[in-house]
C-alpha cells in the first residue's frame, strides 16, 4: 500500500490582491488501506489538497512549504515525466465532473484502452482488456453494453462509475475520489457509495475521500479529517468524529446539518465565520468566532495534537 503523507504543507495562490492561504501548515498520515473522508465547508482547501497530490494544481498555485510523501517520495520534487508515471499507477482523482470529462468523439470502450495505452501498456493485448471487463463489472456495469457505447448514451451516474473504473485501471494503491457523488440524483449517489465501498473491500486501495455528505461519511469513512480555512483542525476515526466532535469548529460543522441517528451534537455554538485566507491568522484561525476563545487562541496557534488542533478541546462526555 502506498503511504501518504502530508508534511507541514503551505500551499498559496497568487492572486492581484496578494497570496491566498489555503492549505495552511498540514500535517497528516493519511491511514493505509483505510478510508479517510476530508469534510470542511466551502473553500477550506480540500480540493486544493488533493489537487497537489496529483499535481494537478491551477498555474497560480505556489508550493511554500513542506512536503507530500507517497511511498517516502516527496511528489512535489517529481519531473513531469515522473508525474505522468505517478499518476494512474501510484494515484488517481475521480472528481465531481468526471463524468462530463469523457470526449464525446470516441467510444467508452476506446477511451478505456486509450487511458491503458497512454501510460505505457499495450491496450490490445491482455490482461487488460480483461482489467477492463473486472473493473466494469467491479462498478456493476455490464461491459458488452458500456464498452462499444458513446459517452452520451449512458446517464450521469453509469458514466461516473465508468471513471472509477478508469481510476482504477493501472492498479493504483491511492484513490482520491473529490466529491465523487455531488452531481448524482439522491438515489444514485446512494448506489454510487455502495459500489465505493465494494471497491473498498475487493482492492483495499486506500481512499481519501472529500465530501459534504456526512452520511456518506457515515456510511464509508474509517477516519475523517475536518478542515477550517486551510488546516486541519481535526483528525480521528470517523465513530469519534461524527459522535464526538472535539474542535469547537467540528460541533458547528456538525451541527449545521441533521445527524444519521436523527440526533443532532447539543452544544453547537460559534458563528462560521469564513476566514480570511489572504492574511492568516497569527493563532487559532476559528477563535474570532469561537465561543470559548481565549487570549491565547488569538496569539498562538494550537498544533493537531491528540487528533485535535484546539487548546480547549471538548472532552468526551
Ligand atoms: N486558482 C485559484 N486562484 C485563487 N484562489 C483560488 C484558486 N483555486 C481555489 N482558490 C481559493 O482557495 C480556497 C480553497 O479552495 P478549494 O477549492 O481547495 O476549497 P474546497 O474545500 O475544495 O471547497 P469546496 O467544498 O467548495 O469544493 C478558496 O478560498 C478558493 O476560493
Ligand atoms: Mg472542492
Not at 492581484?16 to 483505510?34: H, Y
Not at 517529481?78 to 488517481?92: G, K
Not at 487570549?295 to 472532552?315: H, I, T
Request: charged share 20%.
Amino acid at each position: 500500500m502506498s503511504r501518504l503523507v502530508f508534511e507541514d504543507l503551505v500551499l498559496e495562490y497568487e492572486v492581484e490582491e496578494g497570496a491566498v492561504r489555503c492549505v495552511d501548515g498540514v500535517n497528516l498520515e493519511v491511514p493505509e488501506g483505510k478510508v479517510t473522508a476530508l469534510i470542511g465547508e466551502s473553500g477550506s482547501g480540500k480540493t486544493t489538497l488533493s489537487n497537489a497530490v496529483l499535481r494537478l494544481l491551477a498555474p497560480n498555485a505556489r508550493v511554500r512549504q513542506g512536503r507530500i510523501l507517497v511511498d517516502g517520495v516527496d511528489v512535489l520534487g517529481l519531473s513531469p515525466e515522473e508525474v505522468r508515471r505517478f499518476r494512474w499507477h501510484q494515484a488517481s482523482l475521480v472528481f465531481q465532473a468526471a463524468q462530463s470529462a469523457f470526449n464525446p468523439t470516441l467510444t467508452l470502450g476506446e477511451q478505456l484502452l486509450d487511458s491503458v495505452a497512454d501510460h505505457g501498456q499495450h491496450p490490445g493485448r491482455p490482461p487488460f482488456p480483461q482489467r477492463v471487463r473486472e473493473l466494469l463489472g467491479m462498478v456493476r456495469l455490464d461491459p458488452s453494453r458500456v464498452l462499444p457505447a458513446w459517452p452520451h448514451q449512458l446517464s450521469g451516474g453509469m458514466r461516473q462509475r465508468v471513471a472509477i473504473a478508469m481510476a482504477l485501471v493501472l492498479r493504483p494503491q491511492l484513490l482520491i475520489l473529490d466529491e465523487p457523488t455531488t452531481a448524482l440524483d439522491l438515489i444514485t449517489q446512494s448506489y454510487v457509495l455502495d459500489i465505493l465501498q465494494e471497491v473498498h473491500r475487493t482492492t483495499g486501495v486506500t481512499m481519501l475521500f472529500i465530501t459534504h455528505d456526512l452520511a456518506a461519511v457515515a456510511r464509508l469513512a474509517d477516519f475523517v479529517g475536518v478542515m477550517y480555512g486551510g488546516r486541519l483542525v481535526e483528525f480521528a476515526s470517523a465513530e469519534s468524529v461524527l459522535r464526538h466532535p472535539r474542535h469547537p469548529y467540528s460541533l458547528a460543522l456538525l451541527a449545521s446539518v441533521p445527524r444519521v441517528d436523527g440526533q443532532r451534537p447539543t452544544r453547537a455554538r460559534g458563528a462560521l465565520l469564513a476566514p480570511d485566507l489572504l492574511h492568516p491568522a497569527h493563532g487559532c484561525n476559528f477563535a474570532p468566532g469561537c465561543p470559548r476563545a481565549t487570549e491565547r487562541c488569538l496569539q498562538e496557534r494550537p498544533p493537531l495534537q491528540d487528533g485535535v488542533a484546539c487548546f480547549l478541546p471538548e472532552v468526551d462526555s
